[in-house]
């Protein structure tokens, strides 16, 4: 399967926003959430700061970074999936009353960020790098609008090393996440999943991906039995 264009993966994105975040619990077994908490552990965000939330989806990572930044800092989550980013804004207005004014949703591009330099004291970046179309844009923008020093974490699938785990994560991709999108036919955007990550990055390959974007320092961690990974960069 070739990569989708731009507007194909916007459409799976929209397809898929009403289903999104129960079949996440679902098929993770609620496991994403201590994931993408993990990740938050590693860029240490702290009250008062101002974060990007790249790729933000229905906005789990951005409400764990308007949690960390309030009361006075800010969160902005940027997607161009107009279905998720009104999901994030729905949930954020029911669920977190408290920080909604911490919280900003801004529909873009992240191949072309619609923020100045040196304008972030961190970043997040969970399940997104898989499925932008030019990877070392994506790094390069990310750290322009990094301020000096700051840090960034990328939460991604990653392939397992082993190769028992490598086979339980394609037998669960294949065998339980499709036949279950399939019924909500949804299987083709499920089906997708399998493909991006047989053509993304190893961990050691983002590493270089991201020394090449000029981050000074870039680091990956693999987690979940080396089926997820967090890459941990600074600018
Ligand atoms: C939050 C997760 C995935 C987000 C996600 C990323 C994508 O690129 C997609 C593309 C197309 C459709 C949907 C998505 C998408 O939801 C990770 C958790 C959800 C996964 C679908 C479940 C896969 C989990 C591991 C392969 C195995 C977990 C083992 C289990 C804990 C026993
Ligand atoms: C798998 S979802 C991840 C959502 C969220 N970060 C999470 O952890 O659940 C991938 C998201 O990336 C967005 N996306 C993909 N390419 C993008 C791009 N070039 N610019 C902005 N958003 C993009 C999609 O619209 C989708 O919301």
């Known amino acids: ?30 496991q994403h959430r201590i994931w993408k908490k993990m990740a938050l552990r590693w860029c240490e965000p702290k009250q008062g700061e101002t974060w990007l939330d790249l790729c933000c989806g229905s906005g789990d990572m951005t409400a764990l ?7 006075t800092g800010q969160a902005i989550g940027v997607d161009f999936s107009k279905e998720l980013l009104a999901i994030a804004a729905d949930k954020a207005r029911n669920y977190l009353p408290k920080i909604q004014k911490s919280l900003t949703w801004q529909e873009g591009n992240v191949l072309s960020l619609p923020f100045g330099d040196n304008s972030f004291d961190g970043a997040t970046l969970a399940y997104g790098l898989r499925n932008v179309n030019n990877i070392p844009q994506c790094l390069s923008e990310l750290r322009r609008v990094l301020k000096n020093g700051a840090k960034a974490a990328i939460l991604d699938f990653h392939r397992p090393s082993d190769l028992l ?21 949804m299987t083709a955007e499920y089906a997708y999943i399998a493909p991006s990550l047989a053509r993304f990055p ?34």
């Open 1 to 30: 399967m070739s990569q989708p264009s731009e507007t194909d993966v916007q459409q799976i994105f929209d397809r898929i926003a009403p289903v999104y975040d129960r079949f996440n619990d679902l098929l993770s077994l609620g």
């Open 65 to 71: 970074l308007a949690q960390k930044v309030a009361p």
């Open 165 to 185: 785990m490598q086979a339980f994560q394609n037998f669960y991709l294949d065998r339980i996440v499709v036949p279950l999108a399939d019924r909500f036919a």
């Open 202 to 235: 190893i961990g050691a390959e983002q590493v270089k991906l991201a020394k090449a974007a000029g981050f000074s320092s870039a680091t990956h961690y693999a987690i979940a039995n080396g089926m997820m990974g967090i890459l941990v960069l600074q600018k």
